[in-house]
């Protein structure tokens, strides 16, 4: 098969002639798809509803310690919670803090009091003159939005096949005070679905941070969504790396239920150092007298523990995974050996990246979005929604049916080869 590249004018205009009709045709059929967001399905909801069971006006609302989850207080969460979401992540109970239904709002509280208050002592970043955060790209938009919201500076950091470019990290860390932070979402990455190697995650363990306050903010969103029983990547646990070298206090790390149980009623969670875990209670103390024990004591009697929630992600999985293969099978099918564009195979996660051809992302979106397909917004992916190549888009499979899937990456392969075909006519 010719790549695009590779074939003279005449023969592409008449493929963009052929490709245009089934354009049109696509344009009327009134399609009204939104691939926007990695949203869990009704389907995926629906798997958890018998939590809503779990408790009711008869149910007994103690928690092991005889603690009234009805009532004030119990600032760490319920220790079952705690047991339950450290044994998701691979950390001991006693290094974890129970939170609220999101851990986005736990990063913004924790970039917010680094802000205001400092990081253990340390002068707080808004007295600062200049405040940066590193931030592999492609990237998760949400994390890059909270430091755009207050001022952060980002760098772009570029993602390999092993993770973040650490000889790139170790370099701007080590030299630059003003470095506070990095984002990760270091298992099935947003939106690649890479896995940080076992070296590059002992290589953020043994960073040395010209700032004393640099802390690496470990988003370990997908840690059990993985898309095959059989065929699983595997991320060795940071905290316990951090201690190993001598740096227990450099790394936040979170994670929640949002993706598990029900996204708008889950549970989350930090863990952290002694000493950061010492910090974070202190203002705690101050913000809350205590999150919703009843969510953490519902999620607890449902799925009991780490072998109850390996067995409900199965559940998820059989839902995501024809939808993932029916995407990457399209492309493998219609856009291998064309040159104009480039994916991955994830083996978990909620997303699929896709790489067009420079120049081209915005176009491919905007031309889908005319034919009724709504996906994320080119250079969402990127700080400041700017990227440099623009060429990534992040597809979001979870949410419509398989039906409408496939509807929808059919007219997006199309919008890919017609958009693909007019770059390299006009680069002519």
């Given at each position: 098969?010719?790549?695009?590249?590779?074939?003279?004018?005449?023969?592409?205009?008449?493929?963009?002639?052929?490709?245009?009709?089934?354009?049109?045709?696509?344009q009327g059929k009134g399609l009204k798809l939104d691939m926007s967001r990695g949203k869990p399905s009704a389907e995926q909801l629906d798997l958890s509803m018998g939590m809503m069971d779990v408790l009711n006006s008869s149910t007994n609302l103690k928690c092991e310690a005889g603690i009234d989850c009805r009532n004030y207080g119990v600032i760490d969460g319920i220790q079952e919670a705690k047991e339950l979401l450290a044994s998701m992540i691979e950390v001991p109970a006693d290094k974890i803090i129970i939170f609220g239904n999101s851990s986005l709002n736990v990063m913004f509280d924790m970039v917010s009091?680094?802000?205001?208050?400092?990081?253990?002592?340390?002068?707080?970043?808004?007295?600062?003159?200049?405040?940066?955060?590193?931030?592999?790209?492609?990237?998760?938009?949400?994390?890059?939005?909270?430091?755009?919201?207050?001022?952060?500076?980002?760098?772009?950091i570029p993602m390999l096949p092993t993770g973040p470019d650490m000889d790139l990290i170790e370099k701007l860390v080590g030299e630059d005070d003003a470095i506070k932070g990095i984002w990760c979402v270091p298992k099935?990455?947003?939106?690649?679905?890479?896995?940080?190697?076992?070296?590059?995650?002992?290589?953020?363990?043994?960073?040395?941070?010209?700032?004393?306050?640099?802390?690496?903010?470990?988003?370990?969103?997908y840690s059990v969504h993985h898309l095959y029983d059989d065929d699983q990547d595997v991320l060795i646990e940071l905290v316990t790396e951090c201690e190993k070298a001598g740096n227990p206090d450099l790394v936040y790390k979170f994670t929640s239920t949002s993706k598990i149980s029900f996204p708008g009623s889950g549970v989350a969670a930090i863990a952290a150092s002694d000493a950061n875990l010492k910090e974070i209670r202190e203002h705690m103390t101050v913000q809350t007298i205590g999150h919703d024990k009843l969510n953490e004591l519902r999620h607890v009697r449902y799925f009991?523990?780490?072998?109850?929630?390996?067995?409900?992600?199965?559940?998820?999985?059989?839902?995501?995974?024809?939808?993932?293969?029916a995407v990457v099978d399209t492309f493998d099918k219609?856009?291998?050996?064309?040159?104009?564009?480039?994916?991955?195979?994830?083996?978990?996660?909620?997303?699929?990246?896709?790489?067009?051809?420079?120049?081209?992302?915005?176009?491919?979106?905007?031309?889908?979005?005319?034919?009724?397909?709504?996906?994320t917004p080119a250079g969402?992916?990127?700080?400041?929604?700017?990227?440099?190549?623009?060429?990534?888009?992040?597809?979001?499979?979870?949410?419509?049916?398989?039906?409408?899937?496939?509807?929808?990456?059919?007219?997006?392969?199309?919008?890919?080869?017609?958009?693909?075909?007019?770059?390299?006519?006009e680069s002519r």
């Open positions: 098969m010719k790549s695009y590249q590779e074939m003279s004018n005449d023969d592409l205009l008449a493929l963009k002639a052929e490709l245009e009709a089934q354009y049109k045709a696509f009091h680094a802000m205001t208050h400092g990081v253990l002592g340390s002068t707080p970043w808004a007295k600062l003159d200049k405040v940066k955060f590193l931030c592999p790209v492609p990237g998760y938009d949400r994390h890059f939005k909270i430091t755009e919201y207050f001022g952060i500076e980002m760098i772009n099935y990455s947003n939106p690649q679905g890479i896995t940080y190697s076992d070296e590059t995650v002992r290589r953020f363990a043994r960073l040395k941070p010209a700032a004393k306050d640099f802390r690496i903010f470990w988003d370990n969103a009991k523990d780490l072998n109850g929630i390996t067995e409900h992600m199965k559940k998820h999985a059989a839902s995501m995974r024809p939808k993932f293969e219609e856009l291998s050996g064309l040159g104009i564009g480039e994916w991955i195979r994830p083996k978990g996660g909620y997303f699929i990246s896709f790489d067009s051809m420079e120049g081209c992302a915005k176009a491919i979106v905007q031309k889908a979005k005319e034919a009724g397909v709504v996906m969402a992916t990127y700080p400041y929604g700017k990227d440099p190549k623009d060429s990534n888009i992040r597809i979001a499979p979870s949410f419509p049916t398989t039906e409408e899937l496939a509807l929808a990456t059919e007219l997006f392969v199309l919008c890919v080869k017609l958009v693909s075909i007019d770059k390299i006519l």
